[in-house]
């Protein structure tokens, strides 16, 4: 028994030595597994804490510049497992701002449009006037001031349009079929630089209707750019060429001409690209090629600025196909005798002068002074003088004039 | 439309073939003022007596013309501007006479100091449902001292009024001929102008 | 309609006589009467040309001129005005502008007018 007891003792010890290695070992491998683990969790944390930080402070402030149109390059993830969800997160941030930006586009695009509408047909309205005093009035001075407001009319006009081009307005169908060559000089109308464009002889070519507007407006963007690009005592020429499906406007100036970057801008544009994006027109907005670019694209002309003038300057030129090609035929008569639509007539004015009725109901005036007195009509301008100076006389006193007691009888009856 | 009616397309043959060129012997151009009020029948008289087509210097515009966009289509109302129309009788071959219509409301505008610079006489046609229409425009023909007549263009409908009423409301001088007249009638209408350069032949006697 | 009505709106009156809105010359009334006197047109502008096609055919006044050109009479007087001074046209008959019309004047037109009854 005793000997048995250290025996005994001795297994004990050793099965217990053999466990506790057993466990020392299993735990130290535990352990160090844990320690690995630990390791790699904290490692994996600190990338995607990095990987945060630059998702917040790098990649997405960049993907908000790139979607406000400004030339960044969004940075990609640092550690791409790490950064599995962020693209998700930038997928979905680029779409709602993408979507918040066509919102906001399309209704500042609206209002623009509705606000230019106005300022169009204001002018419109005012082109109408000048006309019409243009029409009634025969002194020079004042043709010249209604020279002066008429083409300050037609560049305000330019612009509206032009705004209301980039807007998603088409011009559209107002005018009939016109000779190029008078679409060329209604171009020449809008732009303020309009005594220094030279035109060529006149063409057999007319524009086709739908496109006479729109090719006006485009070439009237040109030859504003020509003149403004040039020296002052430098003319533009226009020119037409005949060419194989088409014809050919040719605009030159004698400016300094366009650098890479502006011709390539300029290419863009003119290819349409881009164009009706209100908000990438700069400031202050260059709204000329991209105007061109929107009408050429939509009419079917085509404009390249890409040519050196023999002038030293740019080269425009415009194509414009068959399909927008007529001729110009000629009738043997104008139709002036135009059947007259009845206007409403202000009858208030005439008032002044009636005074009371006649027994059978007719309106009395008074002679305003005896026509014949035989002397001879005073030069014209005293007698439109004295007929200004008459009317107010005569409307003071007929508003002075108590009608007699018979005429305010008939005039209640 | 296929083809342009083109600014320049006015063939000189074509225009003689209408007779609207002079005779080569005018040397002399006289013009009578055919006045009143809108609708009074000018534009009728004018036409009824010249021996061109009646031409007019009017301008109708379509306000939102400029405006109409390709799918909106034309809502455009349209504003328009009547400056004068006027007519030509030869009168002999040295004597061309011109008739100017104008409207009475026009009184300020240079184009009246231009057009009855010179004139003759003047012819104004009343309406007597809206007499005093013509008030306005023969108050300026006495400011201007033109000599005129006046007829009242019978309209359908138009009640009859005695001469002597009609003289009366108008405030004419004895002298100053009044009759009536059929616009559309060309006997009528040339002897509305025998009248009033009768009157003004014995009005120049008289000042002689 | 006419064409010329809706070019009128697309060429301005400016446009037309360069800028200029006073003739070179204050002779002409609405019925002054004028003849082309040179058959050349070359080197004129489109109105300027549409003018002596008009003019080439006879002699016409300048309100008639003004109407079938569509033109302003205004206008029409400046263009008128430069084709005289470039002698391409020349007056041919004006109105008579006296105070007191001649009796002699008042009777031809007055016999000219009971003709036509």
Known sequence: ?413 | MASVLASDGLTSDGLAADGVYLRDTVRTAVKLLVVGPFAVGKTTFVGTLSEIRPLRTEETMTQAGALVDDLAGVDGKSTTTVALDFGRLTLSDELVLYLFGAPGQQRFTRVWKDIAYGALGALVLVDTRRLEQSFEVMGLLEELRIPYAVAVNTFDGAPAFPGDELRDALDLLPGTPLMSCDARDVTSSTQALVTLVEYLLTRNQENA | ?117
């Open chain 3, 1 to 117: 309609m006419s064409g010329d009505r809706h070019l009128r709106g697309l060429v301005r009156p400016y446009v037309v006589t360069g800028g200029r809105a006073h003739a070179s010359r204050n002779t002409f009334d609405a019925v002054t009467v004028v003849i082309a006197t040179r058959e050349q047109v070359s080197g004129l502008s489109p109105e300027k040309k549409r003018l002596m096609e008009l003019c080439r055919g006879g002699a016409l006044s300048v309100a008639e001129i003004a109407a079938h050109l569509s033109l302003p009479i205004s206008v029409t007087k400046v263009l008128l005005s430069d084709l005289v001074d470039s002698g391409h046209i020349a007056t041919h008959a004006a109105v008579s502008h006296t105070a007191r019309p001649d009796m002699k004047l008042l009777k031809d037109v007055l016999d000219g007018l009971r003709a036509r009854l």
């Open chain 1, 1 to 413: 028994m005793d000997r048995q007891t250290p025996a005994t003792a001795f297994w004990i010890l050793l099965a217990v030595v053999l466990i506790a290695v057993f466990l020392l070992v299993r735990q130290h491998r535990t352990t160090r597994a844990l320690r690995v683990r630990a390791e790699r969790a904290e490692n994996w944390a600190r990338a995607r804490a990095d990987e945060e930080r630059h998702l917040v402070d790098a990649r997405l402030p960049a993907l908000a510049e790139s979607l406000a149109h400004r030339p960044v390059e969004v940075p990609g993830a640092r550690s791409p497992e790490a950064a599995e969800s962020h693209e998700r997160v930038l997928a979905q941030f680029a779409d709602s701002v993408r979507q918040a930006t066509e919102r906001g586009e399309q209704s500042a695009r609206a209002t623009l449009k509705s606000m230019m509408r106005a300022v169009q047909s204001l002018s419109n309205e005012q082109q109408v006037a000048i006309s019409a005093m243009q029409e009634r009035h025969d002194d020079p001075d004042v043709l010249a001031g209604l020279m002066r407001i008429d083409h300050m009319n037609s560049q305000l006009n330019r612009r509206a349009q032009a705004t209301a081009v980039l807007c998603g307005s088409w011009p559209g169908q107002q005018r009939s079929a016109s000779p190029l060559t008078d679409v060329v000089r209604g171009a020449t109308s809008r732009i303020r630089d309009y005594l220094r464009v030279n035109l060529p002889a006149e063409s057999d070519v007319a524009v086709v209707s739908r496109a006479v507007e729109p090719v006006v407006l485009a070439v009237a963007e040109l030859l504003d750019n020509a003149a403004r690009h040039s020296p002052p005592n430098t003319s533009v020429e226009v020119n037409f060429q005949q060419a194989h499906n088409g014809m050919v406007v040719m605009i030159d100036d004698g400016g300094v001409g366009m650098t890479v970057e502006e011709l390539h801008r300029a290419a863009r544009l003119l290819a349409g690209d881009g164009g009706s994006d209100i908000n990438r027109l700069g400031d202050p907005p260059q709204v000329g090629f991209a105007v061109i670019g929107v009408l050429a694209q939509r009419y079917g002309f085509r404009v390249s600025v890409d040519t050196r003038s023999p002038y030293g300057g740019v080269r425009a030129v415009v194509f414009l196909p068959t399909e927008l090609l007529t001729r110009v035929s000629k009738p043997t008569m104008p139709d002036n005798a135009v059947a007259l639509p009845p206007t409403p007539r202000p009858t208030g004015a005439v008032d002044d002068t009636v005074l009371g009725r006649t027994p059978g109901g007719l309106p009395r005036r008074r002679r305003t002074q005896p026509a014949d007195q035989g002397t001879p009509p005073a030069p014209a301008d005293q007698r439109i003088a004295t007929g200004l100076a008459a009317w107010k006389r005569g409307t003071e006193s007929g508003r002075a004039t108590t009608p007699p007691p018979v005429a305010e009888g008939n005039t209640q009856a």
